[in-house]
């Protein structure tokens, strides 16, 4: 019984912990993001409707516990909480041994993953049935296993590069070969590859702008067909505006007009924000740049060993296909030639690499920051129907930035240079007269 007293006592000392936390309260961390990041190693929202539901749980968990030597539904609860915590324990045990240095790094080692070892031990020892003992353990930690070796052994098999289009160009830098496609000729344009995107999703608006205007759609390093040479390449906000500056240094490019579509938005907005005098105007598609957490699906990428295991994972066709459909209004739109476009790039290694790096590294605050002081000229396009960043942002740039004209484009999704070209290219034209 005093094991039991134990386990309970411990499941409700985490349920007044949630209930504290219902209260808007962040101890032990300065705010909401922090507390979030020490706790979970992820951004999400420690709201009353988030945190009482998992309060209500360790109550009934704890309960479990307690009537676990008098019902079998109890012990049922209880083989179930073992196997969590078994599982927990031994993602804990990798995340020592591939974290780095921060909160949540030091309270995995020092408390998390110790309490998770200690709790399962004795939810175990509370079991009847011998056989069930080994079983609840051995399979969560198989479980585990099987994803670390595809975490950090598996790698996709990298396809065939597809025949270089007639405006493909390359150029050496000291990061990266680059890949761009460029035509027309006028005031320089640089349209930066949509995140996880290659450039050619710009197609339809290269065509129309081109005949004002030189225009350039480039893939930065982790998109397209643009390849590392800097083996200690930091996919971070510093990475991917240096990785640009560089791309507009060796084209000779002194001031553009930049435009960016989700993570290239936000890679666009840093880099006018480091370096304004070389960008005149901005287009922001649907942009990240908002210290906002993202969708579960990339959420869980910041996570080690899940987020190298779900992005070899994804480097599938079918995946993409799945995932380009949710970014699309008009489904008659992702034909396999497009999803072959997105596919074939993404199962390159340092592009797989890209995946969850670039979700770790990105830290959107820096950005959002500035966004008062950022004094471009600035054309903010969303979808209402966007499903990765909340149409609701559109009008938070708005209200941020001091130039910025926000359009919300009905019947659109994410995908906007492809989904709504119709719509989106006039609007960007028109800009840039």
């Known amino acids: 019984m005093g094991s039991r007293k134990i386990v309970a006592g411990a499941h409700v000392l985490l349920a007044a912990l949630h209930i504290y936390w219902a209260t808007g309260a962040t101890w032990p961390a300065p705010d909401e993001r922090s507390l979030s990041r020490a706790v979970l190693g992820v951004q999400v929202?420690?709201?009353?409707?988030?945190?009482?539901?998992?309060?209500?749980?360790?109550?009934?968990?704890?309960?479990?516990?307690?009537r676990s030597d008098r019902s079998a539904v109890a012990r049922v609860v209880v083989a179930g909480l073992a196997a969590g915590l078994a599982a927990r324990a031994?993602?804990?045990l990798v995340w020592i041994f591939t974290g780095a240095g921060t909160a949540f790094f030091w309270l995995n080692l020092l408390l998390?993953?110790?309490?998770?070892?200690?709790?399962?031990?004795?939810?175990?020892?509370?079991?009847?049935?011998r056989w069930l003992k080994p079983a609840v353990v051995a399979g969560p930690v198989a479980v585990v296993t099987a994803f670390a070796l595809v975490a950090y052994v598996y790698q996709p098999s990298e396809q065939v590069h597809p025949t270089a289009s007639a405006d493909s160009h390359y150029v050496d830098t000291a990061v990266a070969r680059f890949h761009y496609l460029q035509r027309g000729t006028g005031s320089p344009v640089v349209?930066?590859?949509?995140?996880?995107?290659?450039?050619?999703a710009w197609d339809a608006e290269l065509t129309v702008l081109a005949h004002d205007h030189r225009v350039y759609a480039v893939d930065l390093p982790g998109q397209g067909e643009t390849r590392l040479r800097d083996e200690r390449?930091?996919?971070?906000?510093?990475?991917?505006?240096?990785?640009?500056?560089?791309?507009?240094d060796a084209l000779q490019l002194p001031q553009v007009v930049l435009a960016g579509n989700s993570w290239s938005g936000g890679w666009g907005l840093a880099y006018a924000q480091r370096h304004p005098v070389r960008v005149s105007k901005l287009v922001l598609l649907a942009p990240s740049g908002l210290d906002e957490p993202d969708v579960w699906s990339w959420e869980v990428l910041k996570q080690p060993l899940v987020g190298e295991a779900f992005a070899k994972l994804a480097a599938n066709r079918s995946v993409v296909e799945s995932a380009?459909?949710?970014?699309?209004?008009?489904?008659?739109?992702?034909?396999?030639?497009?999803?072959?476009?997105?596919?074939i790039p993404g199962t390159y290694r340092d592009n797989v690499r890209s995946m969850y790096a670039l979700e770790r590294g990105l830290d959107w605050s820096v950005?959002?920051?500035?966004?008062?002081s950022t004094r471009q000229s600035t054309l903010v396009l969303w979808g209402?129907?966007?499903?990765?960043?909340?149409?609701?942002?559109?009008?938070?740039?708005?209200?941020?930035?001091?130039?910025?004209?926000?359009?919300?484009?009905?019947?659109?999704?994410?995908?906007l240079t492809v989904d709504c070209a119709g719509e989106v290219t006039p609007l960007i034209a028109a800009f840039l007269r």
Not at 47 to 57: C, R
Not at 233 to 248: H, I, K, N, P, Y
Request: hydrophobic share 55%; charged share 15%.
């Open 367 to 372: 950005t959002e920051k500035e966004l008062p």
């Open 112 to 129: 998390y993953t110790p309490a998770c070892i200690a709790l399962c031990v004795a939810d175990v020892r509370l079991l009847r049935i």
């Open 233 to 248: 390449f930091a996919f971070d906000l510093d990475g991917m505006t240096e990785a640009l500056d560089q791309f507009l």
């Open 324 to 343: 380009v459909r949710g970014l699309f209004v008009h489904q008659n739109l992702v034909t396999p030639q497009l999803v072959d476009s997105m596919w």
């Open 90 to 92: 031994a993602l804990g």
């Open 384 to 415: 209402d129907h966007d499903t990765v960043l909340p149409v609701a942002q559109a009008a938070r740039f708005g209200e941020l930035l001091p130039n910025a004209t926000v359009r919300v484009l009905p019947g659109c999704g994410h995908a």
């Open 45 to 66: 929202s420690f709201a009353p409707q988030v945190v009482l539901p998992l309060a209500a749980l360790h109550l009934l968990l704890a309960f479990a516990v307690l």
């Open 191 to 200: 349209l930066l590859a949509p995140g996880a995107s290659p450039a050619s």
